[in-house]
T-cell receptor, first 111, second 113 residues
Framework: QKEVEQNSGPLSVPEGAIASLNCTYSDRGSQSFFWYRQYSGKSPELIMS????GDKEDGRFTAQLNKASQYVSLLIRDSQPSDSATYLC???????????FGKGTHLIIQP | NAGVTQTPKFQVLKTGQSMTLQCAQDMNHNSMYWYRQDPGMGLRLIYYSASEGTTDKGEVPNGYNVSRLNKREFSLRLESAAPSQTSVYFC????????????FGSGTQLSVL
């Protein structure tokens, strides 16, 4: 049974600050890691993917991966109210099956 | 560009009734998925179809059946609905496998009374 752990929150961050979202996973075979964002009442959308240890930056978003510690994080710089959403972590192992999603962290950016 | 289209958007059933959730994608994707999302439980995979002609069970398949009708369409059937199946159902597709970006439909809110 693959397990993905995320702090459900809510995580409250002032506008303009850095939001840090964390995720741990149990499957050591996981090779790919994805962060999806889900606004309330909407469907998830992919915002970041990371495959190698280290950091990957895309605009205001940085994904960090440490496979030895089975830990992946998402940093959001210069947080905006529009970043308020639930962020879902999804590691993926081998095989053709779908992603295993964490329960998500509810992020609130305070104006 | 429609992407992934799910119907219906809302449905109320009585316990024991049956229904089929429809999903179609117009992106020529090979892989399609059905997830359910419950408060506090996150997204859980019900069934998936890695490619046309194949279907496999996910994490929570009990009480559901699926049909990959063709490359575009992947339906989810509840034969005898139970209150435990009250949930939001999402269909998703990817070009090939879950290493690719998943594109989600807008979801179906299902209530079983």
């Amino acid at each position: 049974q693959k397990e993905v752990e995320q702090n459900s929150g809510p995580l409250s961050v002032p506008e303009g600050a850095i939001a840090s979202l964390n995720c741990t996973y149990s499957d050591r075979g996981s090779q790919s890691f994805f962060w999806y964002r889900q606004y309330s009442g909407k469907s998830p959308e992919l915002i970041m993917s990371i495959y190698s240890n280290g950091d990957k930056e895309d605009g205001r978003f940085t994904a960090q991966l440490n496979k030895a510690s089975q830990y992946v994080s998402l940093l959001i710089r210069d947080s905006q109210p529009s970043d308020s959403a639930t962020y879902l972590c999804a590691p993926r192992g081998g095989g053709a099956d779908g992603l295993t999603f964490g329960k998500g962290t509810h992020l609130i950016i305070q104006p | 560009n429609a992407g992934v289209t799910q119907t219906p958007k809302f449905q109320v059933l009585k316990t024991g009734q049956s229904m089929t959730l429809q999903c179609a994608q117009d992106m020529n994707h090979n892989s399609m998925y059905w997830y359910r999302q419950d408060p506090g439980m996150g997204l859980r995979l019900i069934y998936y179809s890695a490619s046309e002609g194949t279907t496999d069970k996910g994490e929570v398949p009990n009480g559901y059946n699926v049909s990959r009708l063709n490359k575009r369409e992947f339906s989810l059937r509840l034969e005898s609905a139970a209150p435990s199946q009250t949930s939001v159902y999402f269909c998703a597709s990817s070009e090939f496998g879950a290493d690719e970006k998943l594109f989600f439909g807008s979801g179906t809110q299902l209530s079983v009374l």
